[in-house]
Every structure is written in structure tokens, then in C-alpha cells.
């Protein structure tokens, strides 16, 4: 069955380090792969989005990488803020599906 | 960027009673909307897709006559709890897809807390 992995365990970081997130799938040949963040008690916001046949995309201090051979993507936060804390969640999406499948996300403490 | 909104954000009920939670495309048009669950530290899981006019596709495992949902326009999509149980008892999450952005994405409402005591 197709599995979405992302490390249970939050991620304690010091503020204005690089915060590295990771998501591995398997038996999954997503078309898509988007990372949203999830505030508590809140819904998920989109960040990036970025198709298989992209090996990464930037949007201002984010930066995602999609490896298709190793079944992950990484999602980097540059210059981390208290403010970057929440939960992070990876979901995949098929060509044609438009509902994408979500992991259960990681949770980014940033300190200062 | 694209706005949906949820109303509303918080309910208590008593056990037997029915919650209606009201999903509002704001500053768009959507033909089709998604109803999540999730529970704590779990991920979003699809419930159903509600599409303008016809009705819902609901997943395997969710029951669609306690679980109703209507789609009465191109910007409302309404989910009722019949009947609601403690273990009903979670976060509702509303989506929309936006017709105008190029990445097709999905939006999500702000969430509805629901505890049925």
C-alpha cells in the first residue's frame, strides 16, 4: 500500500540555522509532491509545489528537492525564525488525481 | 492568494445531537471542495469531494448518511454530523481548489474543533 514517511520526532533548531525536513514514499509514483504548514488548531497552508520532473524549486528562504529515484523530498528552511515553528506536511498527488494523500507532518521548533 | 473560510470554528454539542460546519470559497468559484478529518498528531484524511450540484464521493470507511454533505453552490459546501458520537469528536477541515493558479492547488478553511460530549 502506498506509504507517506515523515519523521514523528520534532525538529529542534536554533534560530538563523538551516531546518531540513524529510518525506519518503513508497509505492507511490506521485506527479506532484507539495508541502504545506499547519499552525495548531489551524488548517494547512500551501508553501511549494514541485512535479517529477523538477529536481528543486526555491521560494525565498524555502527550497525543496524531489528525488524520484530515492522515493524522498527534502524541504529546507534558510535562516530559521521563531516564527517558522509549526508543523510541516508532505502530500503526493497522482497526474490526474487532484486529491493529494497527506503524511502526518513534523513539527519545526525554532528557538531563539 | 485564494481565501476559504469555515463556520464555525469551534463546537461543543451533546451526544445525539446534529453540527452543521459551513465551508465558503471567498474570492473564488469552486466547482469541487474536499471535508478532511484529523485527528491529533495523525494527517488529514479524506473524507469526501463535494461537487457543485451532484453528489458527494465519499471514501471507503466513511458512513455518507451520518456524514452529509451538500454543495449548493459554486462557493458553499456544507457538512452535517447526524446523530454525533464522542469518537465524532475532531478537527474538520474544508479545501477548495482555485481555478486560477497555475499549480492547481488546494486551499484549506481554518479548521472546525468539534467535541460531542
Redesign the interface.
Known sequence: SQK?EQN?EALNIQEGKTATLTCNYTNYSPAYL?W?RQDP??????LL?IRENEKEKRKERLKVTFDTTLKQSLFHITASQPADSATY?CALESEGS???T????TSLIVHP | GAVVSQHPSRVICKSGTSVKIECRSLDFQATTMFWYRQFPKQSLMLMATSNEGSKATYEQGVEKDKFLINHASLTLSTLTVTSAHPEDSSFYICSARSPRTSTDTQYFGPGTRLTVL
Open positions: 507517506i514523528s507539495q504545506y488548531g489551524r488548517g494547512p497552508v500551501f509545489l506536511l487532484y486529491i493529494p497527506f503524511g502526518r507532518g
